[in-house]
T-cell receptor
Framework: GAVVSQHPSRVICKSGTSVKIECRSLDFQATTMFWYRQFPKQSLMLMATSNEGSKATYEQGVEKDKFLINHASLTLSTLTVTSAHPEDSSFYIC??????????????FGNGTRLTVT | AQKITQTQPGMFVQEKEAVTLDCTYDTSDPSYGLFWYKQPSSGEMIFLIYQGSYDQQNATEGRYSLNFQKARKSANLVISASQLGDSAMYFCAMRELTGNQFYFGTGTSLTVIP
């Protein structure tokens, strides 16, 4: 099956610093990448959708300036949490998909990044 | 309205027994796909099974099968011969032909009891 690599898997940072999370599709061209945030024992909350070569589309309530998303190529998308604060501590997970219109194509997920801001 | 509804926050099943996890969906798009994912405590999302809206037969993948009732808009996951390693969160999801988003349910936490 398709492989999506996400790293780091865990990161601990100090309040006020920025953290970059990378998401790579290893064996297919990811036209679209989704970034999710997940709180303990809850479902995935879509943060933003990024399409290769264009600006990300953020969900309502997600701060664009805090969560910077770059999707510069068909195999790489990055999420940068800028000036992180303890309330940004969470599990972040990326996923990749092929082109729209293929409703039979599953999302392929990275293994997630557990961010802890002290 | 919720696109995907999972009404069972938590389920318990005895090892080696079968268990059904419920999922109902809401869409007006005639073309859509339904997916089930497993999320163990380690956090990764594992794709289990897929059912297409035009598929005539219920999908099966090993011990996983999908009880697809299109008229009722339900896509329940059946796990047969439960194993301890099946203990995890299970998410039902849908993707429509129109649009590019996946819709996830709130998940069901399954615990397999030895």
């Amino acid at each position: 099956g398709a492989v999506v690599s996400q790293h780091p898997s865990r990161v601990i940072c100090k309040s006020g610093t920025s953290v970059k999370i990378e998401c790579r599709s290893l064996d297919f061209q990811a036209t679209t990448m989704f970034w999710y945030r997940q709180f303990p024992k809850q479902s995935l909350m879509l943060m933003a959708t990024s399409n290769e070569g264009s600006k990300a589309t953020y969900e309502q309530g997600v701060e664009k300036d805090k969560f910077l998303i770059n999707h510069a190529s068909l195999t790489l998308s990055t999420l940068t949490v800028t000036s992180a604060h303890p309330e940004d501590s969470s599990f972040y997970i990326c996923s990749a998909s092929g082109p729209p219109g293929r409703f039979n194509s599953p999302l392929h997920f990275g293994n997630g990044t557990r961010l802890t801001v002290t | 309205a919720q696109k995907i509804t999972q009404t069972q926050p938590g389920m318990f099943v005895q090892e080696k027994e079968a268990v059904t996890l419920d999922c109902t969906y809401d869409t007006s798009d005639p073309s859509y796909g339904l997916f089930w994912y497993k999320q163990p405590s380690s956090g990764e999302m594992i794709f289990l099974i897929y059912q297409g809206s035009y598929d005539q037969q219920n999908a099966t993948e090993g011990r996983y099968s999908l009880n697809f009732q299109k008229a009722r808009k339900s896509a329940n996951l059946v796990i047969s011969a439960s194993q301890l390693g099946d203990s995890a969160m299970y998410f039902c999801a849908m993707r429509e032909l129109t649009g590019n988003q996946f819709y996830f349910g709130t998940g069901t936490s399954l615990t397999v009891i030895p």
